[in-house]
């Protein structure tokens, strides 16, 4: 083959992408998207920082009296007006035993300016330890709606260790979990009870049935 053949074979090959015009475009391209990954982190960053201030964290407000006071905690007003213990309970459809003592707390309850509810019920012992409302009692009244200043007197019962009234006792009313929203905490009652007398082996106590509380709060 002579050489002016061989010349004519011979094809140049095709610009590759960096040869071309637009051999610059993916590194532009490339700083964009980092300028866009930076602009994103610092908005990220900024929401993160202020998370707390657009959903605060909030705390429960606790409002405190004594046996007799009319305590108001948010959209409850409570009061307790006897403390009664014993090792048998009556419930009005059966006697109850127990290895421990039987609490039973007669109280009024009211809603403030609307209908409301008792969420919970616990006693709080002088350690420390907590003791709900027993489910081994209806406990009719918890999560029952209330209406605003006509309150209704029932009883809760608590069934507690004996251990658990070796020194001062409080009652702690929570208020309906709705109350605890972005807007208001959870409203919690503290009554001190003060030192429960432990009841003699026998000592019977009955739950009363709720029933309106004759002349309201003034009665």
Not at 28 to 33: D, E, F, K, M, Q
Not at 171 to 179: A, G, M, N, S, Y
């Amino acid at each position: 083959m002579s050489e002016q053949a061989t010349e004519a074979a011979v094809v140049p090959a095709p610009p590759t992408p960096s040869d071309g015009p637009g051999a610059a475009r993916p590194r532009r391209t490339g700083r964009v998207a980092t300028v866009v990954l930076v602009v994103l982190a610092v908005v990220v960053g900024a929401a993160v920082a202020r998370v707390d201030t657009w959903w605060p964290t909030l705390t429960a407000t606790t409002t405190r009296g004594t046996v007799g006071d009319v305590v108001t905690a948010g959209p409850l007003r409570v009061r307790v007006d006897d403390v009664r213990t014993g090792t048998l309970l009556e419930d009005g459809f059966d006697t109850l035993t127990t290895d421990g003592v039987w609490v039973a707390v007669d109280l009024a309850v009211s809603g403030t300016t609307r209908e409301a509810a008792v969420e919970s019920i616990e006693l709080r012992d002088a350690e420390g330890r907590d003791h709900e409302a027993s489910h081994r009692v209806s406990n009719a009244m918890l999560s029952a709606f209330v209406d605003p200043d006509v309150p209704e007197a029932w009883t809760v019962v608590v069934e507690v260790p004996a251990r658990a009234l070796e020194g001062d006792v409080v009652l702690r009313v929570l208020t309906e979990h709705q109350d605890a929203d972005i807007d208001r905490p959870q409203a919690i009652a503290e009554i001190d009870l003060g030192r429960v007398e432990p009841p003699s082996d026998g000592d019977t106590v009955e739950v009363l049935a709720p029933a309106l509380v004759p002349g309201g709060w003034a009665g």
